[in-house]
């Protein structure tokens, strides 16, 4: 029988922390005595031959006795404990890459093997959230040069596994993001497989977004696959929908992405690094990234457009990846519906060639499967163009994407919200600007991603002309908190919508 003279036994107290891994201990706690451990303290968790850094938080009551410790549901599923398990608690042990991430705070240029050694303490449990948000910060800002993001992105590679294909040409898409609604993957994934193309798509969940296209998508089906069934997918339908941080394809960015959702930020290198380390992970190795520019979309002027595109045509050329850039229409939101469920609606809508369906998104589709017909098949823009409407118009678009969703195990009608309320224009006017940041934050504060089937539904694009009493937008709920929460901001910010 094992020692558990310096063992704490686990019990289970459900406490939802988000990502945040915190250790409950009593006061009176020997080990916490013992070894000077106080509230706030950052120590190791060990169970096994896996470990993590937790957040100790000291409990008075009688919940936790002297010989027992929780943990936050995230470190639970992280340590892969059960309720009755033992656990050894350790000081933290100097992290010698931190020296690094100081370094960088102070402005130095960090070498690849210093990236290297930054990536894989993260991805073995070596930092904390609190040491991940000071490596997110000193890199943010514009504060990686190319070098840097290089260096970045092939790190992050190596942390995880690499798919491997037996096809010279493996497509991928994916938009940087900053646009609510902006949900065209599921129908080019549809187009481009439907063409004979190999699109093995993973995707991310919402970092800053009201959904992310994995949140979309695994409203109609399951996203969740892993390597094997990636490829048994792929071999039979040609591409896939997959929620990328399942695979542990580049699994530091992962890591990395949970604070920033935290922190609420989406830096530049990183976010190139994101990107493509994925796409290189995943095995593409010719991308087209989407850039919508507007006042209000996350790229914001010209300038920081041609920017972005050299650093990814410069990082992708690096890795072995052909990168196409294309700018979009920033300026305000794609489609009706903002938030999982509600885009998902939007994406069969337009699969399936109902008159309502939103034709900026059904356009922004054909637009960019046809770059990916072009490049990848080697034909005449005209002609893909063609293709991708004729694939789409004939149905052979949405039989497409249903055979997909059957092969990833199996096809479900997005839900509704079961509470909305409308916001209505207090004048009559035409719409001339829309704050997508702040439309976005309504459609979050309703609960979206999280509550799938929250957010809104937006009636009022640039140049419509709007009277009085008009439906601008539709908050949708799943809770009366919610809703109230969400209106009360969106009553607050009467110039979301501007109208002259």
């Given at each position: ?180 609604g902006n949900r065209t993957t599921p129908i080019i994934v549809a187009i481009v497989a439907e063409a004979g193309l190999i699109i ?301």
């Amino acid at each position: 029988m094992d020692n558990k003279s310096n063992q704490l036994k686990l019990k289970r107290l459900g406490i939802d922390t988000q990502e945040e891994y915190i250790l409950l201990i009593h006061a009176d706690c020997f080990i916490c005595k013992s070894e000077g451990f106080e509230a706030l303290t950052q120590i190791v968790v060990n169970h096994n031959n896996n470990s993590l850094i937790a957040m100790v938080n000291i409990v008075h009551s009688n919940i936790l006795q002297s010989c027992e410790a929780s943990l936050s549901e995230s470190a639970w599923k992280k340590l892969g404990v059960n309720e009755g398990d033992f656990i050894s608690l350790s000081h933290v042990t100097t992290v010698t890459s931190l020296s690094y991430v100081r370094s960088k705070i102070h402005g130095n240029q960090l070498k690849p093997i210093e990236f290297d050694a930054i990536l894989n303490d993260i991805v073995t449990g070596k930092y904390s959230n609190v040491q991940l948000a000071s490596f997110i910060t000193a890199c943010a800002n514009s504060n990686l040069n190319t070098n840097e993001i290089i260096s970045l992105t092939q790190s992050m590679i190596k942390t995880g596994e690499k798919l491997h294909w037996d096809y010279p040409i493996v497509v991928d898409k994916h938009c940087v993001g900053g646009l609510p609604g902006n949900r065209t993957t599921p129908i080019i994934v549809a187009i481009v497989a439907e063409a004979g193309l190999i699109i093995p798509k993973t995707s991310s969940r919402a970092i800053t977004s009201p959904s992310g296209t994995a949140d979309t998508i695994e409203t109609m089906t399951k996203v969740n696959l892993t390597a094997q069934q990636i490829k048994q997918v792929v071999a039979k339908e040609g591409g896939c929908m997959a929620w990328g941080g399942a695979l542990g394809l580049s699994p530091a960015d992962d890591i990395i992405i949970k604070v920033e959702r935290l922190l609420d930020l989406d830096p530049e290198g990183q976010m190139i690094a994101s990107v493509l380390s994925k796409k290189g992970a995943v095995g593409a190795n010719h991308v087209v990234i989407d850039i919508p520019v507007g006042p209000t979309a996350k790229i914001r002027t010209e300038k920081a457009f041609l920017q972005l595109k050299n650093y990814f045509t410069i990082v992708g050329n690096a890795i072995g990846i052909k990168v196409y850039i294309i700018k979009t229409d920033g300026n305000q939101p794609v489609g009706i519906g903002i938030g999982p469920a509600l885009e998902a609606k939007d994406i069969l809508a337009v699969l399936k060639n109902e008159k309502s369906a939103p034709s900026d998104l059904r356009n922004r589709a054909i637009s960019i499967a046809a770059l990916i017909l072009e490049f990848g098949k080697k034909i005449p823009h005209d002609e893909a163009v063609k293709i991708a409407t004729n694939i789409l118009t004939k149905g052979l678009a949405l039989k497409k994407f249903l055979d997909i969703c059957e092969a990833q195990g199996g096809f479900r009608e997005p839900n509704t919200a079961s509470l909305t309320h409308d916001v209505v224009a207090t004048k009559s006017g035409i719409v001339t600007e829309i704050d997508n940041r702040n439309l976005a934050k309504i459609a979050k504060l309703a609960g979206a991603p999280n509550d799938a089937t929250a957010g809104m539904e937006f009636f009022a694009p640039i140049d419509t002309h709007i009277e009085q009493g008009q439906t601008l937008y539709r908050i949708h709920a799943e809770s009366k908190g919610a809703l109230e929460y969400s209106l009360a901001y969106a009553l607050s910010m009467p110039n979301i919508i501007l109208l002259k």
